[in-house]
């Protein structure tokens, strides 16, 4: 019959098992002076690279997680935000057509009233047309320093003119001066030959 003890002090009771004194010898081979022992997992992990200075620097990988993560949600969200801030900009042009178009509509429905009015629609017959009433003399007065209506006819081709040569831009107006001045004159077009036949 066995006298000992389970967990007795006399040694293993298994193969392999280790006892606290062999785990205190580890200890002290190892120069572990009471501070907490790391776990394997919990190492920390980082990436180095050269600085400018020369001196290395380092970045940890959980920043470099969080820097593409951000960088990530800014790619998905800026397409969104683009077509958000699109459709506020079309929906305040809307609103802005649909203001003119109401006041637009509120001009024409004044006017229709004053259309309406049988005096107003005679004021505006006899000042555009010309038009009188049965027994009325029309009398037409004419400024003489106004000028005729051939001096309005012509300040008025002028100015057309020169609205024309404002819009037009120079290198048309230098071409078209180029294609003129070929067609200046009768005797530019004549050929030299034909002028000594004449003769």
């Known amino acids: 019959m066995n006298s000992r003890r389970p967990g007795s002090s006399r040694g293993p009771t298994r193969p392999g098992a280790r006892t606290k004194t062999a785990r205190a010898s580890e200890a002290k081979q190892t120069g572990m002076s009471g501070e907490p022992r790391l776990k394997a997992g919990s190492t920390r992990r980082s990436l180095v690279f050269g600085g400018a200075s020369g001196k290395p620097k380092t970045l940890s990988l959980r920043a470099l997680a ?91 081709e002028v100015e057309l003119e020169y609205n024309r040569r404002a819009a037009t831009p120079w290198f048309t107006t230098m071409w078209d001066s180029v294609t003129v001045a070929g067609y200046s004159s009768g005797e530019a077009d004549t050929p030299a030959d034909e002028k000594e036949d004449s003769k």
């Not at 004044?110 to 017959?125: F, P, R």
């Open 66 to 156: 969080i820097a593409l993560s951000i960088m990530g949600a800014i790619i998905l969200v800026a397409p969104t935000l683009s077509s958000y801030l699109d459709q506020q900009q079309q929906l305040r042009d809307v609103n802005a057509s649909v203001d003119e178009a109401q006041a637009r509509i509120r001009a024409l429905e004044s006017e229709a009233l004053l259309w309406s009015d049988d005096e107003y629609v005679t004021a505006q017959a006899r000042e555009r047309l010309g038009y009188v009433k049965p027994g009325q003399i029309l009398y037409m007065v004419n400024d003489p320093e106004a000028g005729t209506a051939e001096d309005e006819r012509e300040a008025l």
